[in-house]
């Protein structure tokens, strides 16, 4: 099993700033992927963005140049770095990963956290 303990997120103004953490458990579970999804109100949960092993992102288009996503194998932990916030931002954040059992041919799981509200309004 692996879990994810998201931390950062809260109510900021339009244009104004947030980091989101996520530390994800150490056991003998290999991580590839991790990323951050989020789910408004009404609907459905929705890709941010991503990020491989390796440390190379993805974003999609609504976050480019505005969201930064980072990662530190080190610690199993990775970052969303927030900026220029929008009230559509407004949603309940969640951090993902991709694990397997670190074994030959394992399969990779999907894992979840609880998700974090944030919330942008003047």
């Known amino acids: 099993q692996v879990r994810l303990a998201e931390s950062g997120g809260g109510l900021v103004q339009p244009g104004g700033s947030l980091r989101l953490s996520c530390a994800a458990s150490?056991?003998?579970?290999?991580?590839?992927?991790m990323g951050w999804y989020r789910q408004a109100p009404g609907k459905g949960r929705d890709l941010v963005a991503e990020i491989t092993s390796a440390g190379n992102p993805t974003y999609t288009d609504s976050v480019k140049g505005r969201f930064t996503i980072s990662r530190d194998n080190a610690e199993n932990t990775i970052y969303l770095l927030m900026n220029n916030l929008k009230p559509e931002d407004t949603a309940v954040y969640y951090c993902?990963?991709?694990?397997?059992?670190?074994?030959?041919?394992?399969?990779?799981?999907?894992?979840w956290g609880q998700g974090t509200q944030v919330t942008v309004s003047s």
């Open positions: 150490r056991n003998t579970f290999c991580i590839s992927s």
């Open positions: 993902a990963a991709k694990a397997s059992p670190c074994v030959h041919g394992a399969q990779e799981s999907d894992y």
